[in-house]
């Protein structure tokens, strides 16, 4: 199985962007799917993640300008950003995991595949 990202680019603050993440091959379904960044010189950081069932966990930093979706079928996850800000410039990363969880507030240690990340650049 493999996250392909896509979506990634760059933008002016104040600007949006759509990032999808989708799995290779068919035939399997993700319990939770999660988006993380990595900008630069920092660690890698939870943006944020989504349940099978549709329960969402979002970053403090995101502040309610991104939001998360998933299509369970077609193994599928978006990310739409709003308002960003120069400080969201990261690389983005898919994650995904085969096991189910209630809540989307699970370890990164869970998460069985990984894309290999989609970059996005927030400047002027």
């Known amino acids: 199985v493999q996250l392909v990202e896509s979506g990634g680019g760059l933008v002016q603050p104040g600007g949006s962007l759509r990032l999808s993440c989708a799995a290779s091959?068919?035939?399997?379904?993700?319990?939770?799917m999660a988006w993380y960044r990595q900008p630069p010189g920092k660690q890698r950081e939870l943006v944020a993640a989504?349940?099978?069932?549709?329960?969402?966990n979002y970053a403090d930093s995101i502040e309610g300008r991104f939001t998360i979706s998933m299509h369970n079928a077609k193994s599928t996850a978006w990310l739409e950003m709003n308002s960003l800000k120069p400080e969201d410039t990261a690389v983005y990363y898919c994650?995904?995991?085969?096991?189910?969880?209630?809540?989307?507030?699970?370890?990164?240690?869970?998460?069985?595949?990984w894309g290999q990340g989609t970059q996005v650049t927030v400047s002027s």
């Open positions: 989504i349940t099978s069932g549709g329960t969402t």
């Open positions: 091959g068919s035939g399997f379904s993700f319990g939770v």
């Open positions: 994650a995904a995991s085969r096991r189910r969880f209630t809540s989307a507030r699970i370890s990164d240690r869970n998460y069985d595949y």
